[in-house]
């Protein structure tokens, strides 16, 4: 009988974002050659794992990968040092509770007095 063992899918979670991370850096290494991508965003990937992933590159700033697991609802963010390739996460966010909101720093007329104004028309 097999456990489950949660440190296992956190490995393999590292593993996976490692790898991407080593690769973005691997694109943009050269520092002193002009960057391919530059001001530039690259149409978001699908890996196998069912993952989303997005490279950014915006000039005068570090590479920034961008990495979805939608089943998870988490999402994270590196930026990639163009000079030394160094990997640094700047975020990490679980989004579930976050998009349970109606919601959040939006200016008016709200959703709700759309849907209010809506149903007294209709």
Same mark, same amino acid.
């Given at each position: ?7 296992? &899918?956190?490995?393999?979670?590292? *593993?996976?974002?490692? @790898?991407?991370? =080593? ?12 960057? *391919? ?9 699908? @890996? %196998? ?8 590159? %915006? ?23 163009? %000079?030394?390739?160094?990997? %640094? =996460? &700047? /975020?990490?966010?679980? =989004? !579930? ?5 109606? !919601?959040?720093? /939006?200016?008016?007329? /709200?959703?709700?007095?759309? &849907? &209010?104004? =809506?149903?007294?028309?209709?």
């Amino acid at each position: 009988m097999r456990v489950n063992q949660p440190g296992r &899918k956190r490995h393999a979670f590292f *593993a996976v974002v490692a @790898g991407a991370m =080593l690769f973005a850096g691997w694109c943009c290494w050269d520092a002193d050659a002009e960057l *391919a991508w530059a001001n530039q965003s690259v149409a978001p990937g699908f @890996g %196998t794992s069912g993952w989303i992933s997005h490279f950014q590159q %915006t000039e005068g700033r570090p590479a920034r990968v961008i990495i979805i697991d939608p089943r998870a609802k988490v999402m994270g963010v590196y930026e990639i040092n163009p %000079t030394s390739g160094g990997i %640094t =996460l &700047k /975020s990490s966010r679980n =989004l !579930s509770y976050d998009l349970q909101m109606l !919601s959040f720093n /939006s200016e008016d007329p /709200s959703p709700e007095e759309i &849907k &209010k104004t =809506l149903d007294r028309l209709q």
